[in-house]
């Protein structure tokens, strides 16, 4: 049985996490979609950022040091636009695709310096493409913390003039798909489970129809329950191949990866 393949993060092992380099490999491997983060800066622009904090995946540290401990929502979107959230991914090379020679030069050239992207170059990325995009609607630190982040990516959704049918919209904040099912029930949503180890997958009373499990605390039982409950099953975040295969054999429809090229090559 096949499944659907998305890129987490962007092809995060390839290039920076939620950059516009990671977002075009993704592209440019064939995968059905990708899967972002987003966020929203002080002055109300809404970002691809995944942590609360800037300093894993940027140079805030050097650029701001006095506030390298405080969330990216007490930025401007000027202030982050300043930070280099690409030349970290070169100097670590997290998934050592640098050191194995998968990166090329001219990528390379593309990561250095890459920027924190607004949501709309996201979105007009693909506004001439066959191509998903599950939208992850974090949940946000002061002051931003009463701020609809719902609500105002369904606004710029519509601005845009984006097919709704290209767009996924998923979170741990439950409220937030809510709102997304009653304001606009034609686009699909994701209920994010599996965010507390001590919880492992609470799949509650099976109120949504389509999941995205943790794949650290799936097993085949709960996979099997919830599809009896007519519920879609998808697993995060699954990079190696005995998982893929064991996972699309239990008839989960799709696998959030770091590493597409893998499951790319696994579908075939």
């Not at 250095?112 to 609607?137: C, H, M, S, T, Y």
């Not at 129809?209 to 599809?227: D, W």
Request: with cysteine; aromatic share 10%; hydrophobic share 40%.
């Amino acid at each position: 049985m096949s499944v659907y393949n998305f890129a987490h993060r962007g092809a995060r092992s390839l290039a920076p996490e939620n950059t516009l380099p990671a977002i075009e490999k993704a592209w440019n491997l064939e995968t059905d979609g990708v899967e972002v983060d987003v966020g929203v800066s002080k002055d109300g622009e809404l970002i691809l950022h995944h942590d609360s904090l800037l300093k894993r995946t940027t140079n805030v540290a050097e650029i701001y040091p006095a506030r390298q401990d405080h969330p990216f929502s007490t930025f401007t979107f000027a202030e982050l636009e300043r930070l280099d959230a690409g030349s970290w991914f070169i100097d670590y090379d997290p998934f050592s695709q640098i050191r194995l020679g998968n990166v090329t030069f001219k990528e390379l050239q593309a990561i250095q310096g890459a920027r924190i992207p607004r949501l709309i170059e996201l979105l007009d990325f693909i506004r001439n493409k066959n191509w998903r995009v599950n939208l992850e609607l974090k949940k946000m630190a002061e002051p931003m913390r009463r701020f609809s982040l719902a609500e105002a990516t369904l606004s710029l959704i519509k601005k845009e003039g984006i097919d709704t049918e290209k767009i996924i919209i998923s979170s741990f904040d439950h409220e937030n798909i809510k709102i997304v099912r009653k304001l606009k029930p034609e686009i699909e949503i994701n209920a994010l489970i599996g965010e507390n180890p001590a919880r492992g997958n609470n799949w509650g009373n099976f109120e949504f129809s389509i999941y995205n499990a943790n794949a650290n605390y799936i097993s085949k039982r709960q996979v099997e329950q919830a599809l009896s409950h007519n519920c879609t099953v998808n697993l995060y975040t699954v990079n190696e191949p005995e998982a893929m295969r064991r996972y699309m054999k239990w008839g989960v429809r799709s696998l959030i990866t770091d590493f597409p090229q893998i499951l790319k090559d696994l579908i075939r």
